[in-house]
């Protein structure tokens, strides 16, 4: 029952802890009677994302992939996968929905950005490109920007990242699912 931190309410970029909220909103949504885990999800190109996403080769192979939520909930939690977690964050209603459960949930001061793909983009100091999915295109695009343009953003995001979220905040929310005031 008790809590000792430093810089424990300060906000830092979560990237792929954020994953977490959107896991709790799929099951918050299951809790609910909203879905199930054996609903099937479909995956095309464009679902896909940028960074780690071992689903990708799958989608591509035959321009789409059918699935389960539960799959999709295994992969973004124990692959990390960014396209399975943006296709679930999208399942259960987007950025608001997981801003909802953070909100509704009592679960303190954690920001949810607005997903994978213009997270990663704004980041880099770039608008979102459908392109960016596939191959290396991210990272070209990335690498051709001045690197002043790119500190710049990076900067901006670790100084106020709109994913941010107080590590204390973090901690207390992980001791209150393990104590099953959250999900069932």
């Given at each position: ?13 979560q990237q792929s802890v954020s994953k977490l909220w959107v896991a709790m909103t799929v ?158």
């Amino acid at each position: 029952g008790w809590q000792m931190d430093a810089n424990g309410t300060r906000r830092m970029p979560q990237q792929s802890v954020s994953k977490l909220w959107v896991a709790m909103t799929v099951l918050d949504a299951r809790d609910r009677g909203r879905l199930t885990l054996d609903d099937p999800v479909t995956l095309t190109r464009e679902n896909l994302t940028v960074f780690h996403q071992p689903i990708a080769a799958l989608v591509v192979k035959n321009g789409v992939y059918r699935t389960t939520v539960r799959e999709l909930l295994l992969r973004a939690m124990q692959q990390s996968d960014n396209t399975a977690n943006d296709r679930l964050l999208n399942l259960v209603g987007g950025p608001e929905a997981v801003r909802a459960m953070i909100r509704d949930k009592g679960l303190g001061d954690i920001r949810f950005g607005p997903g994978e793909r213009l997270l990663q983009a704004r980041t880099a100091g770039l608008p979102w490109k459908p392109e960016y999915s596939m191959g290396r295109s991210f990272q070209q695009a990335r690498a051709a920007l001045a690197p002043t343009v790119r500190r710049a953003a990076f900067e901006a995001y670790v100084a106020d990242p709109i994913d941010g979220a107080a590590p204390s905040a973090i901690a207390l929310a992980l001791a209150r699912l393990k104590a099953g005031e959250i999900l069932s």
